[in-house]
Every structure is written in C-alpha cells, then in structure tokens.
C-alpha cells in the first residue's frame, strides 16, 4: 500500500495492528490519533476505503476465524516488525490474546484475557473478591438456563457468555421468551463458551473508565447510557453521555478500583460496566480495551485525556500521560430504527448544526447496529450533565420536526 499516515519519530518501529473498523464518522477520531502512535495495519473484513490515509497497511480475513486473522498478521510480520495489537471489540479479545502470544507481544495475560471475556468467570471472580457483582449464572443448555432462570428470577437478561456480536443481550421478562433469548444468545456465543443468565437490575447505566497514572490504575471519566426501547427485548444504547464533573464519580471509583484489582488488571485502559442500584453499584461487565472510538472522543473532548492514545501506546507496550482539563459535558444520540421510515431529513448533508449547540452527523449509508439500522448521530455540549442532555433531546426533537414537515 502506498499510502502511509505520519506518525510520532520517537513511537515504535512495528506496525500497531487494529483488528476491525466501522463508520467514518465514528471511528475517524480514533484512527487520526492511532495513527499518531505508530505506523498502522489494519486487519478487517472488507478492503480499507475512508481508513486508507491513516494506514501504513492493510489486509482482509474473517475477524470471527482467529487462524485465519493471524495467518494474515504473521504475513505482515515476515516482512515488517509488530508492536503491539489493538481491538475495540469484545468479540475480538480472545483473538488478540492469540496474537500476542504468537508474536511475543505486550498486553493483558491469558488469564485476564479468560477473566473479562467470559462473563461467569468475571462473575465468580468478583464475588470471590466481595465484589458487588451481577452474579452472572452459567448455562450450556437451555434446561440449564431454565434453572438459572429459576434462581434469578423474572425480569432477567441473557447473554452471550463470550460474544461474537455486539448487543446480542435480551431481557425477558417471563418464561414464554426464554427459549428465544438463548437460542439467540447461543447463536451468537463463541462455539463451547456457553450462555448467562442475570438479574434485569433497576437503576443509572454507568461505565466507568480507566488509564494509567503514575500512582496506577485511575478512573478519568464517567458515561451515563439510556437504551433504545425500539430494540426491545435487545439491551441497544441510544444516548450516552460523559460529563467532566461526574456526580457519581465517588460512588463508583472504589468499586471500579476493587473489580480490577479482583481481576488482576495492573495496567492500561479497562471499562467497568455497573448499575447504580438502590443498593449500591454492581458490575455487569469489564474489559481491558475501549469498546466504543466514538466515546473515546466526547472523553476527550470533557477531560482532556486522550484515551485513545494512551490505549495505542499501551498496546506497544508503553506508556503516555496527559494533563486533564476538564470542562462540561459531551453527548450523542444515535439515529437508528427499523429502516421502515427515513431517519433524516432529505439532503441532509454533514456537518449540519440542528441547534448553535448541536451538530447532526449523517452517515453515508445506513448499516445495522443490533436490530436496528443506523443512519447518523447528533453531539451536543453544556456546562454540565442535565444542560448537555437537554441540548441534546431538544434537537433530536427539531430533526424529527424537520423530517416530519419535509
């Protein structure tokens, strides 16, 4: 490939390897500031188009074969050193775990990789710990599932319990939809990993981030998601939002802090995904990578650490402090639907500002997000959590005014 993106003098010699991309306008921040880490090999199912500029290489396989992915990298490696190995997405943790053990490369051992990736380990971990935790159960049959379902009891969620997809989770809210929620929990588990069931917990969705600090493993910011009811019984974010000077901050720290440490995360990012119950906060999941670029960037954007950087370096095996500046808080509404009525407003072109504080990022095309198709995003901004989200719905209202009047 001819095209290659400049990158830092002092960063590693080898090619940072990403394994999977998505669309333009949500992964284009992330890949501008990897590219600035090292030189770039992108590993994805489909040749690079909008990606190109920032590559210094690419190469296509199955992301769901793992062989098939490292046969590719090795390709890459008998010609040009590896660095290290990045992923956003879960389902693409266990073959990451693969390739750096092949090629010698830094990152999360395999039993850290084991601990976050099957979600009854984490489970069984955290509780050992004293943990709060969402007390996942394990089921490889659906008799076992109705056992486990027994337990739980109705409301419940069942889940993938390593996922080859995103958003496979379903709630269910009786036993007539039990049956349906694991066969397609099983369709889309990895072969012999199984499901879980869990309890639907009441309550604040909160995922809590964390990076390197001279002091450890610090959580740097807070986002608050809300779930689409279009995609029900699908668990399908619709709005997320981070804010600089997170009320819940010291609520959830000391937990994110233990679960972490219960798992043995010793170093670089790490998600803890948990409810804020009438109880107290319960961790529903951790990985040791960052799951959504698009986050990344509205983190950055309020706290001023740049996230996605540190995570490239860290997969190289080293490491990059920024200074915080924090100030208001960022969110996004995703446009998504069925694909039954149009999600924008005839020749919507970006960017488009609905409002003086909120910009409308269409997508060239739509393309499908759980069971749902989406088709752009809005980003709004305010001083503070309740000033953002309201920006952000009082111009999701406009767009759908506008689109309605068309």
């Not at 309890?199 to 450890?216: C, K, M, N, Q, R």
């Amino acid at each position: 490939m001819s095209s290659h993106a400049p990158h830092r003098d002092d960063g590693p010699a080898g090619y940072l390897v990403v394994l999977g991309s998505g669309p333009q306008a949500e992964w284009q921040h992330a890949m501008q500031r990897l590219a600035a880490v090292g030189p770039l090999l992108l590993i994805d199912t489909e040749p690079p188009t909008w990606q190109r500029p920032h590559l210094a290489a690419a190469r296509t396989a199955n992301l769901l074969d793992p062989p098939q992915v490292i046969n590719e990298v090795s390709k890459s490696a008998s010609t040009h050193p590896i660095a290290g190995v990045l992923t956003f997405h879960p389902a693409h943790s266990g073959t990451a775990g693969l390739l750096r053990s092949e090629l010698a490369l830094p990152g999360p051992s395999h039993a850290m990789t084991e601990a976050t990736t099957l979600r009854h380990r984490t489970a069984q971990l955290l509780t050992a710990a004293d943990v709060d935790n969402s007390g996942a159960l394990h089921a490889d049959s659906y008799d076992q599932a109705l056992e486990a379902a027994h337990q739980v009891r109705f409301p419940l969620v069942c889940k993938p319990a390593s996922p080859r997809t995103r958003y496979a989770a379903r709630q269910v809210t009786g036993l007539p939809g039990l049956a349906e929620a694991f066969a397609a929990a099983t369709d889309a588990t990895w072969p012999g990993t199984g499901t879980v069931i869990e309890p639907l917990f009441g309550g604040i969705e909160a995922t809590v981030y964390v990076s390197d600090s001279p002091s450890g493993p610090t959580t740097v910011a807070i986002s608050h998601g809300a779930f689409d009811p279009q995609a029900e019984p699908a668990l399908l974010p619709v709005e997320v939002v981070v804010d600089a000077e997170d009320v819940c901050t010291s609520t959830l720290e000391d937990t994110a802090s233990r679960a972490l440490a219960a798992l043995g995360h010793r170093s670089g990012p790490a998600q803890i995904r948990m409810r804020i119950t009438s109880t107290g906060p319960r961790v529903i999941s951790v990985t040791t990578h960052l799951t959504d670029p698009l986050i990344g960037m509205l983190i950055e954007q309020v706290t001023g650490i740049d996230l996605i950087s540190q995570a490239g370096h860290h997969a190289c095996g080293r490491t990059l402090l920024t200074d915080e500046s924090r100030l208001g808080a960022s969110a996004v509404r995703f446009l998504q639907g069925h694909g039954t009525t149009p999600l924008l407003p005839p020749g919507t072109v970006a960017p488009h500002y609905v409002t003086p504080y909120a910009s409308l990022q269409p997508y060239p095309a739509e393309h499908r997000v759980g069971t749902l198709r989406r088709g752009g995003h809005i980003l709004a901004s305010g001083t503070d959590y309740p000033q953002a989200t309201a920006r952000l719905r009082n111009a999701a209202a406009e767009l759908r005014a506008a689109r309605l009047s068309a």
